[in-house]
């Protein structure tokens, strides 16, 4: 049998060609029967589709994926786990690369592979906390999403509580309920200490 794994750790892979569509198209143009997804950062050890699929490849199947990074980020955790399929008797293809054998040369360039996977994670968080760190010295800096609604508009939008139901205050505001019921929650709560 033919498994597939592809794998996305953020929503903007979405845009640069890794989204989880792009990769299960590739996988299926090779030959994937059934392709497990995950949608979760390769520095989580615990990915449930992976681990579904780990527990059904056996000897005999071939696991196909689109990149070396999309099953592992770590070198250490990369090495052993494709290590262990190939113990297993399980073909491993990275469509990037071609198949992958226990050779010695097979074993070190997926070595040198792997380790600038991880080479390149670990510079991506240094680089986001190098531009926090920056963001977080301006005196306007705040952590997390821009707001959509200045305070006068979600005061406004309670205000109008007072007398409309929460969907006629959403139709004029084009605020969500979700947004109304924690401003309303806030509110109530300020006003409670």
Same mark, same amino acid.
């Given at each position: 049998m033919v498994y597939g794994y592809c794998r996305v750790s953020t929503q903007t892979q979405a845009k640069d060609g890794n989204s989880l569509e792009a990769q299960e198209q590739l996988l299926k143009e090779n030959g994937a029967e059934e392709i497990y997804s995950d949608a979760f950062t390769g520095t989580k050890a615990h990915r449930p589709e992976l681990d579904k699929l780990l527990a059904v490849l056996q000897a005999g199947d071939k696991l196909v994926i689109t990149k070396l990074d999309r099953i592992a980020r770590s070198a250490s955790q990369g090495i052993e786990l494709i290590q262990s399929l190939l113990d297993k008797g399980i073909t491993v293809h990275v469509l990037n690369m071609g198949l992958l054998d226990n050779?010695?040369?097979?074993?070190?360039?997926?070595?040198?592979?792997?380790?600038?996977?991880?080479?390149?994670?670990?510079?991506? @968080? &240094?680089?986001?906390?190098?531009?926090?760190?920056?963001?977080?010295?301006?005196?306007?800096?705040? &952590?997390?999403?821009?707001?959509?609604?200045?305070?006068?508009?979600?005061?406004?939008?309670?205000?109008?509580?007072?007398?409309?139901?929460?969907?006629?205050?959403? &139709?004029?505001?084009?605020?969500?309920?979700?947004?109304? @019921?924690?401003?309303?929650?806030?509110?109530?709560?300020?006003?409670?200490?």
């Open positions: 050779t010695p040369t097979g074993k070190l360039i997926r070595n040198i592979m792997l380790a600038f996977a991880e080479f390149e994670r670990d510079m991506i @968080i &240094e680089r986001t906390q190098e531009g926090k760190a920056i963001a977080r010295r301006q005196p306007d800096f705040r &952590e997390g999403r821009p707001r959509l609604y200045n305070r006068k508009q979600i005061q406004h939008a309670l205000d109008l509580l007072q007398d409309h139901s929460y969907r006629q205050v959403t &139709e004029l505001t084009g605020i969500s309920k979700s947004t109304l @019921i924690r401003a309303k929650n806030k509110a109530a709560a300020v006003q409670d200490t």
